[in-house]
């Protein structure tokens, strides 16, 4: 992750290889060490992708919930999908628009004493739907 930052902002550009989760919360525990008291309010620029808090210790979870995705929202080669009009971008395009309406493309997240306030095994997920690499941007916006 590469985050460009201001003074109570940051953007966080997040490269995928395709359908699953990219962690960073590491990048985001940087930006709001030392703040204090607050709430960090997480943005994503994108409509086929998502931003989740989950699980980090067991990969597992991660590699469920892909698939959990992949199974009601399949690809416009599944037979399930002839209903669908948009097919512009391709066949993996409006199932990915489809996850990221039943996810979140925003999240707020209370920061006390400068930290995150995630639970133990708690992490800050992109979850990329498409199947091509993308760089995906996070905007981050803290107010004490």
């Known amino acids: 992750m590469n985050p460009t930052s201001m003074k109570n902002q940051a953007r966080f550009s997040v490269p995928t290889i395709g359908p699953g989760l990219y962690e960073f919360t590491a990048d985001v525990a940087d930006f709001v060490k030392g703040r204090g008291d607050g709430l960090l309010t997480l943005f994503c620029q994108h409509t086929s992708c998502s931003l989740l808090v989950q699980e980090n210790a067991d990969p597992d979870v991660q590699t469920d919930l892909t698939e959990f995705f992949r199974r009601i929202a399949p690809s416009l080669k599944d037979a399930s999908m002839s209903w669908v009009r948009h097919r512009t971008e391709g066949p993996d395009d409006m199932p990915a628009h489809i996850r990221a309406a039943l996810t979140q493309v925003s999240l707020s997240i209370p ?21 091509q690499r993308h760089t995906r941007q996070v905007v981050a916006h803290f107010s004490a």
Do not use: C, D, K, P
Not at 113 to 130: K, S, V
């Open 111 to 131: 920061v006390t004493g400068g930290r995150l306030a995630l639970g133990t095994w708690q992490g800050i997920y992109l979850f990329e739907h498409r199947e």
